[in-house]
T-cell receptor, first 113, second 114 residues
Framework: AQSVAQPEDQVNVAEGNPLTVKCTYS??????LFWYVQYPNRGLQFLLK??????LVKGSYGFEAEFNKSQTSFHLKKPSALVSDSALYFC???????????FGKGTRLSVIA | DGGITQSPKYLFRKEGQNVTLSCEQN?????MYWYRQDPGQGLRLIYY???????QKGDIAEGYSVSREKKESFPLTVTSAQKNPTAFYLC?????????????FGPGTRLTVL
């Protein structure tokens, strides 16, 4: 069975500082990993995904994520946080089978000016 | 939110009533999904459909029903059998259901039971 864990419910970071939102996963085969962002009372917006190849994936709005197979992690990062990055972030995973994405419980990011 | 529309944005229901949430997509996607979002619980899969006239139960299908008569439409009915229906409901679609296919989400419907 596939699963994903986001160990932090809340992450606080000062504007201009780097940010990291953590995600670990468990799948039986090779993983396909996704990050989404949700602003209040809105749907989820796709940020980036890891399929294969380069372990550092670049996405929208300056975000990137690093795939680490040995640690089964896919942490979301940004070199310099903006107040407008404050939102709820979801990590999701599927294995190579034909299944819907499985989502983590989300991490609320708060960027303080 | 791409080419996925959900209506209404807010919905109020009295206990014992069935309500239907609309989801339409113009992305020509084969697969469609319904998720329920509750605070602190992330997204939970209710139903999904890989193709017209076919759908499968997700993790929390009890008290819900769906239909997929057209490729672009995947309505969700919340029945009176659903014990705690108050939640934020999200519809999504993707080109296919597996592998590298990205799921895209609609803006959501907030259902409140009075």
């Amino acid at each position: 069975a596939q699963s994903v864990a986001q160990p932090e419910d809340q992450v606080n970071v000062a504007e201009g500082n780097p940010l990291t939102v953590k995600c670990t996963y468990s799948v039986s085969g090779n993983p396909y990993l996704f990050w989404y962002v949700q602003y209040p009372n809105r749907g989820l917006q796709f940020l980036l995904k890891y399929i294969t190849g380069d372990n550092l994936v670049k996405g929208s709005y300056g975000f990137e994520a690093e795939f680490n197979k040995s640690q089964t992690s896919f942490h979301l990062k940004k070199p310099s946080a903006l107040v407008s990055d404050s939102a709820l972030y979801f990590c999701a995973v599927r294995d190579t089978g034909n299944t819907p994405l499985v989502f983590g419980k989300g991490t609320r990011l708060s960027v303080i000016a | 939110d791409g080419g996925i529309t959900q209506s209404p944005k807010y919905l109020f229901r009295k206990e014992g009533q069935n309500v239907t949430l609309s989801c339409e997509q113009n992305l020509n996607h084969d697969a469609m999904y319904w998720y329920r979002q509750d605070p602190g619980q992330g997204l939970r899969l209710i139903y999904y459909s890989q193709i017209v006239n076919d759908f499968q139960k997700g993790d929390i299908a009890e008290g819900y029903s769906v239909s997929r008569e057209k490729k672009e439409s995947f309505p969700l009915t919340v029945t009176s059998a659903q014990k705690n229906p108050t939640a934020f409901y999200l519809c999504a679609s993707s080109a296919g259901i597996g592998g590298t296919d990205t799921q895209y989400f609609g803006p959501g419907t907030r259902l409140t039971v009075l």
